[in-house]
């Protein structure tokens, strides 16, 4: 998240008395609702990996392609699921356990 001063100077805001606290919360709101729905779509695009890899599971007979298949599609999944942790720790400030 960027400091106050540097939302200041994006939003060019100068000086003593430039923007208000409210001010600042809604931009900051704006952006933490801007970086949760990033994170669900990469997501979503990570999950969608997964289904395609598990979709072509069931067209190939080749023992080393459906275990690397299932790899990948585990691996996608747990990228999905660790990019929403991390979105939800944000968004609650409770710690990220790892």
Known sequence: MLTDAEIAGYMGWCGPGAYTERAMRKVKAAMVEAVARERESCAKVCDERAEKCAAKLETTDDQDDRTELKANAW??????????????????GLPLTT
């Open 75 to 92: 691996q996608f999944s747990v990228l999905a699921s660790e990019i929403r942790t991390r979105s939800n720790v944000e968004l609650t």
